[in-house]
């Protein structure tokens, strides 16, 4: 069982907002680490869309962005398109675990 | 640009050892600063984190998969490999390998390899 705990599904409209959350504890967002967040596309490899809680590799757009506060971080998506409909996963470091720590992983789907 | 390749059979047999390799072009692992990870994931369900390592050797591993795993690099091939010994049914996955950038403690992981299914059965 994860403890980085996101929520199985979200969606939303075409242009719309979404923000998925990703809910640690003290042992991993909590003691400071560094959020990350991937998105996996239906039957290929997770793909880095966010590092460092809230930057952005080269050439992943700006509708997408991290945040982190306390124990939780978000990855908000805004102008929501088609091609967004994937699996997204948040990590940290887990110091209890003394390695890393996927969320269970959320559901995008484009209504 | 790097890319990271699996390599290894796609079907283990209970009880036998599950022997996995990562080959990487256009970087060296010999040069440092990053952490060579393997990451899995089991059909339709998360990933979970199996463990790295540092060109140096230092490895750091899952503690729920530490005693039956082994992971190496051999430097001269710019490979390293994972051995997973004792599998089972719960060790069907598709297995990824990946880079992982930073300090152990903020690692992210770019790029991934396109990952190969392992499947245990007799």
């Known amino acids: 069982q994860s403890v980085l705990t996101q929520p199985p599904s979200v969606s939303g409209a075409p242009g719309q907002r979404v923000t998925i959350s990703c809910t640690g504890s003290?042992?991993?967002?909590?003691?400071?680490?560094?959020v990350h967040w991937y998105q996996q596309l239906p039957g290929t490899a997770p793909k880095l869309l966010i590092y460092?809680?809230?930057n952005r590799p080269s050439g992943v757009p700006a509708r997408f962005s991290g945040s982190k506060s306390g124990t939780s971080a978000s990855l908000a998506i805004t102008g929501l398109q088609a091609e967004d409909e994937a699996d997204y996963y948040c990590?940290?470091?887990?110091?209890?675990?003394?390695?890393?720590?996927f969320g269970g992983g959320t559901k995008l789907t484009v209504l | 640009q790097v890319q990271l390749q699996e390599s290894g059979p796609g079907l283990v047999r209970p009880s036998q050892t599950l022997s996995l390799s990562c080959t990487v072009s256009?970087?060296?692992?010999?040069?440092?600063?990053?952490?060579w990870t393997w990451i899995r994931q089991h059909p339709g369900k998360g990933l979970e984190w199996i463990g790295y390592?540092?060109?140096?050797?230092?490895?750091y591993y899952n503690p729920s998969l530490k005693s039956r795993l082994t992971i190496s690099v051999d430097t001269s091939k710019n490979q390293f490999s994972l051995k997973l010994s004792s599998v089972t049914a719960a060790d069907t996955a598709v297995y990824y390998c990946?880079?992982?950038?930073?300090?152990?403690?903020?690692?992210?992981?770019?790029?991934w390899g396109q990952g190969t299914l392992v499947t245990v059965s007799s």
């Open positions: 990946a880079r992982g950038d930073s300090t152990p403690q903020d690692s992210w992981f770019d790029p």
């Open positions: 256009g970087a060296s692992i010999s040069s440092g600063g990053y952490y």
């Open positions: 390592i540092y060109y140096s050797g230092s490895t």
């Open positions: 003290s042992s991993n967002i909590g003691a400071g680490y560094d």
């Open positions: 460092g809680n809230s």
């Open positions: 990590q940290s470091y887990d110091s209890s675990l003394s390695g890393s720590l």
